[in-house]
């Protein structure tokens, strides 16, 4: 299966680069970037040569390299962009970027559906993340009181996380109550209390030394129950993302989160 990685400079570009090229039945075929254009991948990832050369030009990039699938991994500000190029090519796409709002996973569906493509839109592809969303939405059937703190790494750009809101809907979707206690707060300083989302308040840090860690707490009368994950590593998003770079080919139209692929 041919492969393009979009955000190839990144973080997580380079160790998705790395998982495809250790896998024996994926090819690294292209890979963009606005940085270190013209350079080998090999200049990223500490290996022999590979022939295949970073460009900042998606849709050339694509019509040269003719991938069966792009994973993207950039940044808010061009998901939107590089997904609609990529679909309009005919390509299915899997995406790990966050920023990716309502209106435009229905922008994307709508794409899909025109084109005949497919196309993943993932907060988090670490599977213990996703079996944590998964629990939660399981617990919020028994809380009618919950909370979610997520930690990311500082250089994060956008809060609150895909995952957070990913699960603050999933809860929404089971929960009994609105997920808050009928109290009027005072906040001393504003924002203080968190965002609320779909009734789930969320807080967010962003600290050097994270990488991805959620906790989702409920509370009941004389209990409490802490859901929590922890990536303490970016090698724990690449099983996902090279199952839904197989499975993406059985996709038709929009599926958001990486749990769909795993049923």
Same mark, same amino acid.
């Given at each position: 299966?041919?492969?393009?990685?979009?955000?190839?400079?990144?973080?997580?570009?380079?160790?998705?680069?790395?998982?495809?090229?250790?896998?024996?039945?994926?090819?690294?075929?292209?890979?963009?970037?606005?940085?270190?254009?013209?350079?080998?991948?090999?200049?990223?990832?500490?290996?022999?040569?590979?022939?295949?050369?970073?460009?900042?030009?998606?849709?050339?990039?694509?019509?040269?390299?003719?991938?069966?699938?792009?994973?993207?991994?950039?940044?808010?500000?061009?998901?939107?962009?590089?997904?609609?190029?990529?679909?309009?090519?005919?390509?299915?796409?899997?995406?790990?970027?966050?920023?990716?709002?309502?209106?435009?996973?229905?922008?994307?569906?709508?794409?899909?559906?025109?084109?005949?493509?497919?196309?993943?839109?993932?907060?988090?592809?670490?599977?213990?993340?996703?079996?944590?969303?998964?629990?939660?939405?399981?617990?919020?059937?028994?809380?009618? $009181?919950?909370?979610?703190?997520?930690? $990311?790494?500082?250089?994060?750009?956008?809060?609150?996380?895909?995952?957070?809101?990913?699960?603050?809907?999933?809860?929404?979707?089971?929960?009994?109550?609105?997920?808050?206690?009928?109290?009027?707060?005072?906040?001393?300083?504003?924002?203080?209390?968190?965002?609320?989302?779909?009734?789930?308040?969320?807080?967010?840090?962003?600290?050097?030394?994270?990488?991805?860690?959620?906790?989702?707490?409920?509370?009941?009368?004389?209990?409490?129950?802490?859901?929590?994950?922890?990536?303490?590593?970016?090698?724990?998003?690449?099983?996902?993302?090279?199952?839904?770079?197989?499975?993406?080919?059985?996709?038709?139209?929009?599926?958001?989160?990486?749990?769909?692929?795993?049923?």
């Amino acid at each position: 299966m041919r492969v393009l990685v979009s955000g190839a400079s990144g973080r997580m570009g380079r160790e998705v680069m790395q998982g495809i090229m250790d896998a024996g039945d994926l090819t690294l075929v292209g890979a963009t970037d606005i940085k270190n254009v013209g350079e080998d991948v090999s200049f990223l990832l500490g290996r022999e040569k590979t022939g295949v050369k970073i460009n900042d030009n998606l849709d050339s990039t694509l019509k040269n390299s003719k991938p069966d699938v792009v994973v993207d991994f950039t940044t808010p500000e061009v998901v939107m962009e590089n997904a609609r190029t990529v679909l309009l090519n005919g390509i299915n796409a899997v995406i790990g970027t966050t920023g990716i709002d309502e209106q435009c996973l229905d922008e994307l569906k709508t794409i899909c559906d025109l084109h005949g493509v497919g196309a993943l839109v993932a907060p988090n592809f670490a599977l213990g993340a996703v079996l944590m969303m998964r629990f939660a939405q399981q617990a919020a059937k028994y809380f009618e $009181h919950v909370e979610i703190v997520e930690l $990311h790494h500082d250089q994060k750009v956008d809060a609150p996380s895909g995952t957070s809101i990913k699960t603050a809907e999933k809860i929404a979707q089971e929960a009994p109550g609105d997920g808050q206690k009928k109290v009027e707060f005072k906040e001393v300083i504003a924002g203080v209390r968190g965002g609320n989302y779909k009734g789930v308040k969320i807080h967010s840090v962003r600290l050097p030394g994270l990488i991805a860690h959620q906790e989702v707490i409920f509370g009941g009368p004389g209990q409490i129950l802490t859901i929590r994950h922890d990536s303490t590593s970016r090698e724990s998003f690449i099983p996902g993302v090279l199952l839904a770079i197989r499975k993406i080919k059985e996709v038709k139209g929009l599926v958001y989160g990486l749990e769909n692929l795993l049923e």
